[in-house]
């Protein structure tokens, strides 16, 4: 007899192999009134949802995830994970470190998946104009 796998490691390991294709495959793993939260999203709905991910892939070439450690209370789950892409074909490749809090209905079924990282840091920084802006404040402050 084998076991099915807990729902945090089969979404992990949907959210790994994610490409444009298989984005449909959200409804086996998320209620279809999942929430999804980032710095730059906030939205409720597995059409919603679907719709960041295509907005993803069409705005980003190489889009990758790897998810490096999971953890769960009961429904409430952990990972971390590193998200890499480059922002337009032939640009450099950049990598986004953060964790994503996911809630699971009593069915398995995402609820509720926020990712947390440092917008300011990973991205913004990057940016020509205010980024040089961003890291001046980030060394005053340091100081």
Request: a neutral charge; one cysteine or more; charged letters at 25%.
């Amino acid at each position: 007899m084998t076991t099915k796998p807990p729902p945090i490691e089969r979404y992990a390991l949907f959210l790994e192999a994610l490409t444009p294709d298989r984005i449909g495959e959200l409804t086996e793993h998320c209620a279809p009134t999942v929430r999804f939260r980032d710095p730059f999203n906030d939205v409720s709905g597995i059409d919603a949802y679907a719709q960041v991910l295509d907005d993803m892939f069409d705005n980003l070439a190489e889009v990758g995830f790897k998810v490096y450690h999971t953890s769960c209370d009961r429904r409430i789950c952990y990972m971390s994970w590193r998200f890499e892409f480059r922002g337009r074909p032939g640009a450099p490749q950049r990598t986004i470190d953060g964790v994503s809090k996911v809630r699971f209905d009593k069915a398995g079924l995402v609820i509720e998946h926020a990712d947390y990282w440092d917008a300011a840091s990973q991205v913004y920084e990057g940016l020509p104009v205010i980024g040089a802006v961003l890291r001046a404040i980030r060394r005053r402050l340091a100081a």
